[in-house]
């Protein structure tokens, strides 16, 4: 197994861009996690999905941000207009929920 | 007051020696409890689950103490490689099996 998979594994943007970090999930696993983390807060879960759907998004730190899990095997998490703070290492995790397995992270720099 | 505390570090352990770290919880409806490793620049991994009787795993122990709310991970024979972040995890059932990391504790093992 590959393993949780992620693109792109490094992201550099401008402000105002509009982001899209990718997520495939180890089949068959339920649940799929996105995180996000900085050296000032440290990892932070921002939403969750189970079978698909989403269970807790109030981690989202605002309406810019939004994910979606269209199927078992994909998820994209979209920041939209990116801002300079939303640079971190996002992660995207799948699994049962008390077992998670990471995806090597997306590492963005906005401008 | 983070729901999840640890103490940031680091911890400097000469190679060979045992080291100790706890993590504090607040929320009293937490139930269960995790050790996450995170290596510079890669993604957290599952190193343990803690058990309310405690438990070990070769060099590592994990306890757990409900009255004071803290867990605590031991490492012996402490390793070169052993030098990374650790992270606990606390979820609460209670609120629909909300998941919060600490801030993680560094440890550098030293020849």
């Known amino acids: 197994d590959a393993g949780v998979i992620q693109s792109p594994r490094h992201e550099v943007t401008e402000m105002g861009q509009e982001v899209t970090l990718r997520c495939k999930p180890i089949s068959g696993h339920d649940y799929l996690f996105w995180y996000r983390q900085t050296m000032m807060r440290g990892l932070e879960l921002l939403i969750y999905f189970n079978n698909n759907v989403p269970i807790d998004d109030s981690g989202m730190p605002e309406d810019r941000f939004s994910a979606k899990m269209p199927n078992a095997s994909f998820s994209t998490l979209k920041i939209q207009p990116s801002e300079p703070r939303d640079s971190a290492v996002y992660f995207c995790?799948?699994?049962?929920?008390?077992?998670?397995?990471f995806g090597p992270g997306t590492r963005l720099t906005v401008l | 007051r983070k729901e999840v505390e640890q103490d940031p570090g680091p911890f400097n352990v000469p190679e060979g020696a045992t080291v100790a770290f706890n993590c504090t919880y607040s929320n009293s409806a937490s139930q269960s409890f995790f050790w996450y490793r995170q290596d510079c620049r890669k993604e957290p991994k599952l190193l343990m689950s803690?058990?309310?009787s405690g438990n070990e795993d070769g060099r590592f122990t994990a306890q757990l103490n409900r009255a004071s709310q803290y867990i605590s991970l031991l490492i012996r024979d402490s390793k070169l490689s052993d030098s990374a972040t650790y992270l606990c995890v606390a979820i609460i059932k209670a609120a629909g099996n909300k998941l919060t990391f600490g801030g993680g504790t560094r440890v550098l093992v030293k020849p």
């Open positions: 803690v058990y309310s």
């Open positions: 995790a799948s699994g049962v929920y008390n077992e998670q397995f």
